[in-house]
DNA sequence: TGCACCGATGTTTTT
DNA sequence: CATCGGTGCA
């Protein structure tokens, strides 16, 4: 058993629901039992609540003051507090400001702003992320200038000056004493590398290293992980790669895949009994994650009763699909008597979350929704938040900027603009050049300049408060003083009241935060503690296990939990797999892996829904089957069709392809868009192909009648004409020109072509 | 300088 | 559809 491993490498692939978890908590156990140290174990879980959960697990065998000596968390969460207290080594405040998601975004859009360059070609949005693949590999500022590879693909983009603006981004950040979340890990890596005694310390604390979901570490934490074990080589990763998701964010798969050659002598187990599903669902989910090449070998399998088959059920709308989950939910509980909570809704995007609430809402059944927009990204917290960051971190730019005319308060556009335009040229920070504004004059009239000073010394009059008050003091004086509650008051429209009423929540939960800080030793409750955690926290680390609700989340958000029934709605085409991710191989199979573990956390009964047509971009669109849905075993299925027009495309298709490939995804449109429900406000769909007449493989003609000059029609790039047809097989490409969307060379087996006459 | 309106534009997934 | 950024007016 890997619990009475002790030291040396040691990898656990543990299959969907076989008990990593249990694996992890046993082990640090154990190794407590057997002596060693509770403050030499450092545990990397993939959620802060995973995190927590097993704390107090282990507590029960340990004992409470034992377990509370842990390290346990987050990589982020973990890092960003070895940072603070490393911080002045890399020239850092120990307070520093962690940048989320939209502080990167806005800085990054100001950047192309003030270098005056095209946004259309500059995206942000694309800047942010590659940004963020340089710093999860590694690839520093300099790096980049040292590659010129990499300078000539940007160049290749169009994109000549990315180089200046990751230059301009990171010294900004620097600047304003900031961190982004890549920074957390980014400057970690920098810390154990450039300091051998910082590096020699923490080896020497973390005596044993676990990780659980290894397959999602990026090259950045992956390095982190390898430097603090390289002394005592006591590293136990737990993962599997099926659930392998998070590859948009930098994970590497490789990372597990190659632990072997990492740690040479390393002991590997697997689990491959699931404790968890029926078997119904266990065989259904290897039926499809077996279309994935990239892979280990795993069976895994399970004892537990066969169980009911899987529900395949169509629905005309979104808007139906909803009102057929919440009525099965209700269904479902009065027969079995079960609690809400027993109910998950998964979906791929957030914004599915809307239908199913509306549905729920108009069904009294209470429900949480995890993730999307989470509380501490609404508008009005955020407000409230960069007031608490300034007070904390006055160079911190982005909070500035968000809030020094926030409430209105006259200090417009152009003064920021020269504000900015002086900070850079001075080297300093707004804050600064507020203090010494009388003394630079620049051209700002006198009335604005009384406003910046008014303003300046509100913030300063706040910074004195934090030296003798606790978070919740001075973020109560924040929101009356600022006039930022007022504002709303003011407002009286009733999103205005729901906002009060936010704030007023994140006083409460800012009272909360101090009383749990109070019980640890090392905790104070300052303003500083508290935006830490706010910073890194995510809404699935909030508590109310306990509340009797239907939960409803994104699939990624679902990894790692368990429901006894479990939704998967949306499996559609372009929707899951999405259709931004359809464009290679690993793409598509990172899709796969995300749909397996959309199943796998299922323990009685998966739901999984399509609809024919649904709101995008507030139109009805057509939509067609997921094809995953055909790559199930129908053996374990339950196809509910209300019209009976789903068919499954024959398994044995005639291949239309040399090669013979087992794993080839089959085009398939089940011709079930004939006999449109009757349903009310179905508008009448426009194929512009007579599908139905084309037997049962229409990918057959697909693919047949193309050839150059030939004009086609494809579901996001419109209309264009073949330019050119390379590749065999499964490489089969076509080099088509959309016109106004470009030349694009796209796969035929995924690109899904309609000839136009 | 500030606000109100308008059109454009974009949606995976998260620490 | 919802947010954002830009424009035009007070």
């Not at 030296?467 to 504002?487: C, H, P, R, Y």
């Amino acid at each position: 058993m890997p619990t009475v491993h002790k030291d040396g490498p040691l990898m656990v692939i543990a299959g969907a629901g076989s008990g990593k978890t249990r694996v992890l908590t046993y082990r640090i156990a154990y190794l407590m039992q057997q002596g060693v140290d509770s403050f030499s174990i450092l545990a990397l879980t993939f959620t802060n609540k995973a995190a927590k959960e097993m704390k107090s697990r282990i507590a029960t065998i340990v004992g409470e003051s034992e377990a509370k000596n842990l390290w346990m968390g987050t990589f982020h969460s973990v890092f960003a507090r070895i940072l603070r207290s490393e911080a002045d080594r890399l020239g850092y405040p120990s307070n520093f400001t962690i940048y989320d998601t939209q502080d990167s975004d806005r800085l990054i859009a100001s950047i192309i702003k003030e270098m005056k360059l095209d946004k259309d070609v500059y995206k942000y949005k694309q800047i942010r992320s590659r940004i963020s693949s340089f710093k999860n590999s590694l690839i520093t500022v300099r790096a980049y200038m040292s590659h010129p590879e990499l300078i000539e693909a940007d160049r290749e983009a169009r994109r000549p000056q990315m180089g200046e603006i990751y230059k301009e981004y990171v010294d900004r950040c620097f600047k304003a004493g900031a961190m982004d979340f890549d920074d957390l890990l980014l400057k970690t890596n920098e810390l154990l590398n450039r300091f051998p005694d910082v590096l020699a310390k923490y080896q020497n604390r973390f005596r044993y290293i676990l990780v659980d979901e290894y397959q999602d570490t990026n090259q950045s934490q992956y390095l982190i992980v390898k430097a603090l074990a390289d002394r005592f080589q006591n590293v136990c990763v737990v993962g599997d790669d099926a659930q392998s998701i998070y590859a948009f964010r930098g994970a590497n798969i490789e990372n597990i895949l190659s632990f072997q050659n990492d740690y040479p002598n390393a002991t590997t187990y697997r689990l491959e009994q699931n404790y968890r599903s029926s078997q119904n669902i266990v065989k259904a989910a290897n039926s499809v994650i077996k279309h994935n090449q990239n892979k280990l070998d795993k069976n895994v399998w399970t004892e537990n009763a066969v169980g009911e088959k899987i529900i395949v059920h169509r629905s005309p709308t979104d808007g139906e699909e909803g009102r057929y989950v919440a009525s099965s939910i209700f269904e479902y509980k009065m027969q079995h008597q079960l609690h809400h909570r027993d109910f998950a809704v998964l979906y791929r995007t957030n914004a599915q979350s809307r239908a199913m609430e509306d549905a729920l809402r108009k069904r009294d059944i209470p429900y949480r929704v995890f993730g999307g927009l989470s509380f501490y990204q609404r508008k009005e917290i955020k407000d409230v938040l960069a007031y608490l960051r300034l007070i904390v971190n006055s160079k911190d730019e982005e909070s500035l900027k968000r809030v020094i005319n926030y409430p209105a308060r006259g200090i417009g556009q152009t003064t920021i603009d020269k504000l900015v335009v002086k900070a850079k040229e001075h080297d300093c920070s707004i804050f600064e050049i507020l203090e010494r504004i009388e003394e630079l004059g620049m051209g700002i009239n006198s009335g604005t300049r009384t406003k910046l000073a008014n303003f300046s010394m509100m913030i300063k009059s706040f910074q004195v408060l934090n030296e003798t008050s606790n978070a919740f003091e001075i973020a109560d004086a924040v929101t009356k003083k600022t006039g930022l509650v007022q504002a709303l008051k003011k407002d009286g429209t009733p999103e205005a009241v729901t906002r009060i009423e936010n704030i007023e929540e994140l006083l409460n939960g800012i009272k909360d935060f101090i009383d749990g800080q109070r019980e640890l030793a090392d905790m104070t409750g300052s303003l500083t503690e508290f935006l830490e955690d706010v910073a890194l926290i995510s809404d699935l680390d909030q508590g109310s296990e306990n509340d009797d609700r239907v939960s409803l989340m994104s699939i990624h958000m679902a990894k790692g939990l368990e429901f006894p029934y479990v939704f998967i709605v949306g499996m559609e085409e372009d929707l899951f797999p999405s259709a931004m991710s359809m464009n290679t191989r690993s793409e598509l199979e990172e899709e796969r892996r995300l749909f397996y573990v959309a199943l796998t956390r299922a323990e009685k009964q998966a739901i999984l829904t399509y609809t024919q047509s649904r709101y995008r971009w507030g139109k009805l669109i057509d939509a067609e089957p997921s094809r995953f849905l055909s790559e199930m075993d129908e053996a374990y299925l339950d196809v509910q069709t209300p019209d009976d027009s789903y068919q499954f495309q024959p398994l044995l298709n005639t291949d239309i392809f040399d090669t013979p490939d087992p794993n080839r995804v089959r085009f398939k449109k089940p011709p079930l868009k004939k006999a449109a429900p009757k349903a009310k406000s179905v508008p009448p769909r426009k194929n512009l192909k007579p599908i139905a007449n084309t037997t049962n493989t229409n990918d057959q003609t697909n693919v047949e009648g193309l050839s150059e000059g030939i004009k086609v029609k494809h579901s996001r790039f419109g209309t264009g004409i073949i330019v050119a047809i390379e590749g065999n097989g499964n490489d089969l490409k076509a080099e088509i020109d959309f016109g106004t969307a470009g030349v694009k060379k796209l796969l035929l087996r995924f690109a899904k072509l309609q000839i136009i006459k």
